[in-house]
């Protein structure tokens, strides 16, 4: 039970925006690539998966790679548990532990304890911390923010900021949008 299962990544999404954005038919790409149509509508619907020789073809119809549209494909459905860290005791030090596995759009860090509270982050995509137990003090933007329990704090791309707990045993979660992911927006300061 709770077992992380990788699936193959779904190609279905990328194949129908290369399609479009060449602005080509079903009709067409199955003419240049030899495959048929309603195969072409399961792959775009991801109700098929195309073997390594079909996804070549279906890469040269769409004057691509398979390498790119594979890197351009949504990653397969997935589930995974992250079970919590069973300590005897709580101890003074601060330890963080990654709540997700493997390479996803979104990362999620629980910081327990202080923090280094000296440290500045500036990330490149955006985040948002939770404080789950305790309170802490973040300085972002030239602005002190005092969060306790259950408060939220989104920051966007390129904020530069700092925080500390100001509590025993506190409890922040940062969930943050991957740093391989291009979410940023130019931003004109």
């Given at each position: 039970?709770?077992?992380?299962?990788?699936?193959p990544?779904?190609v279905?999404?990328?194949?129908?925006?290369?399609?479009?954005?060449?602005d080509?038919t079903?009709?067409?790409?199955?003419?240049r690539?030899?495959?048929?149509?309603?195969?072409?509508s399961?792959?775009?619907?991801?109700?098929?998966r195309?073997?390594?020789?079909?996804?070549?073809?279906?890469?040269?119809?769409?004057?691509?790679t398979?390498?790119?549209?594979l890197?351009?494909?949504?990653?397969?459905?997935?589930?995974?548990?992250v079970?919590?860290?069973?300590?005897?005791?709580?101890?003074?030090e601060?330890?963080?532990r990654?709540?997700?596995?493997g390479?996803?759009?979104m990362?999620?860090?629980?910081?327990?304890?202080d923090?280094?509270?000296?440290?500045?982050f500036?990330?490149?995509?955006?985040?948002?911390m939770?404080?789950a137990?305790?309170a802490?003090?973040?300085e972002?933007?030239?602005?002190?923010?005092r969060?306790?329990r259950g408060?939220?704090?989104?920051?966007?791309?390129?904020?530069?900021?700092?925080w500390?707990?100001?509590?025993?045993?506190?409890?922040v979660?940062?969930?943050?949008?991957?740093?391989?992911?291009?979410?940023?927006?130019?931003?004109?300061?």
């Amino acid at each position: 039970m709770g077992d992380h299962k990788e699936q193959p990544p779904r190609v279905g999404a990328a194949v129908r925006r290369r399609r479009r954005a060449l602005d080509l038919t079903l009709a067409v790409v199955a003419e240049r690539s030899g495959l048929s149509v309603p195969f072409l509508s399961q792959i775009e619907n991801d109700r098929a998966r195309p073997s390594t020789s079909s996804l070549e073809k279906l890469a040269d119809a769409l004057r691509t790679t398979a390498v790119e549209l594979l890197a351009a494909a949504d990653p397969a459905c997935s589930v995974d548990v992250v079970r919590a860290e069973v300590t005897e005791t709580p101890g003074p030090e601060p330890r963080s532990r990654s709540l997700v596995r493997g390479h996803h759009q979104m990362h999620a860090t629980e910081f327990t304890g202080d923090h280094e509270a000296g440290r500045e982050f500036q990330y490149r995509n955006d985040q948002l911390m939770y404080v789950a137990d305790g309170a802490v003090e973040i300085e972002a933007e030239g602005r002190a923010y005092r969060l306790g329990r259950g408060d939220t704090l989104y920051l966007t791309g390129g904020v530069r900021h700092r925080w500390r707990a100001t509590v025993p045993d506190t409890r922040v979660v940062v969930v943050a949008v991957a740093e391989h992911i291009e979410a940023v927006r130019n931003r004109k300061r």
